[in-house]
């Protein structure tokens, strides 16, 4: 073992904390190298030194001082466990609201819109359905005119409606 | 701990108890100011108990105090240090300052006048101080805690390898420092000094 490995074991060798093995490297190292030698018996003499240094007695009212300070921390009450983090509420607030607005949204937007069922529309097709027994055969109903235009396939409905409409508006 | 994470108050004053002595000891140790220290070692109880709920098991309870009180005592020395820099350079001299040279630090008298003085403790208590932070750290918890490599190098977050250098790098310097005290005829002269 050279002096620059055995100088990174010195501490733990000094204070007992070597491996055996290790530790026999170390010492036969030392049994040949003065240098390494006085290190480690200067390293004892801190380490010995260091033991010298008084312990300090926390003051009297240190403890009390702790518990003082503990006790004005806020208590979580049982409550607590009902509120949720600051973060989380926020986002379930925000997403609360998102869905209220969004919500309303086509409720506003169809109250401008022109509605396509109107009484007239509905008294066209109450009676398409009331005489629904004669006209049994679709294909007959579309080849005569006179009840095509009476009656609206599904198709005209819209673009027929509104004349219609206006017609018993007028 | 795991009884104060339950809500076991009584386990805290037990805490307390147990390790208010080793926390208010190191944490002197690294400020060197009894009332600082005081003060820190309050702040490091209140932020045990603050964090009770997410306590964890992973480490040894002691890993985890000293771990937050290393933390505090750091930030205290960083905070002290950049606090006299900003004196020593904002504070204007006086007239009385200009005529008188300034008075060197303690660490810089030589250490047969601390000898002389017999200030043998206040001398070992420099020689600490004098250490770099992490490295002061280190010597407190290996030789006062008694704590193993792997324990002080989760408390410092680093390799136990570079723990080994970091040990070797602070006794050497200590030995260096307090290098009349340690070698034999110094350490017998001290020794006639100090009363029995």
């Known amino acids: 073992m050279k002096c620059e490995k055995v100088s ?3 501490v733990a060798y000094v204070d007992g904390r070597l491996d055996p093995g290790v530790r026999n490297e170390v010492e036969e190292h030392l049994a040949e190298c003065a240098a390494c030698q006085v290190r480690a018996q200067e390293f004892r003499g801190v380490f010995s030194l260091l033991d010298e240094l008084p312990a300090m007695e926390p003051s009297l009212p240190f403890d009390a001082r702790v518990r003082q300070r503990i ?5 979580r009450s049982w409550l607590a466990w009902f509120v949720p983090q600051a973060r989380l509420a926020f986002a379930a607030v925000l997403l609360v609201v998102l869905a209220v607005w969004v919500g309303k949204r086509p409720a506003n937007n169809s109250a401008h819109a022109p509605t396509p069922a109107t009484p007239a529309a509905s008294e066209q097709d109450f009676n398409a359905i009331k005489n629904l027994g004669v006209l049994e055969n679709y294909d007959v109903v579309t080849k005569m005119d006179a009840l095509a235009q009476l009656v609206p396939t599904a198709d005209q409905k819209p673009q027929k409606q509104r004349p219609d409409q206006n017609e018993s508006n007028d | 701990m795991l009884d104060v994470k339950s809500g076991d108050e009584s386990s805290f004053d037990f805490l307390l108890t147990k390790y208010r002595l080793p926390l208010v000891n190191f944490l002197y140790r ?56 900003e004196v020593s350079l904002d504070a204007p001299r006086s007239a009385d300052e200009d005529s008188h040279p300034r008075d060197l630090p303690a660490e810089e008298m030589r250490i047969d006048e601390h000898l002389l003085e017999r200030h043998r403790v206040e001398l070992i208590q420099r020689a600490i101080a004098s250490l770099p932070e992490k490295q002061r750290a280190a010597v407190l918890l290996h030789k006062y805690e008694e704590m193993d490599y792997a324990e002080i190098a989760k408390i410092l977050n680093c390799t136990e390898a570079a723990l080994r250098s970091l040990l070797f790098r602070a006794y050497e310097n200590l030995r260096v420092q307090l290098g009349p005290l340690v070698n034999p005829p110094a350490l017998q002269r001290a020794g006639e000094r100090r009363p029995s």
Not at chain 2, 41 to 70: E, G, H, N, S
Request: proline share 3%.
């Open chain 1, 71 to 75: 006790a004005a921390e806020p208590r």
């Open chain 2, 30 to 85: 690294m400020v060197r100011d009894r009332a600082t220290a005081e003060d820190l070692a309050q702040d490091v109880f209140l932020r045990v108990y603050r964090a009770r709920k997410q306590y964890v098991p992973r480490a040894k309870f002691t890993t985890w105090l000293f771990r937050i009180a290393t933390n505090v005592a750091l930030n205290s020395v960083r905070d002290n240090r950049r606090q006299k820099l």
């Open chain 1, 8 to 10: 990174q074991e010195l």
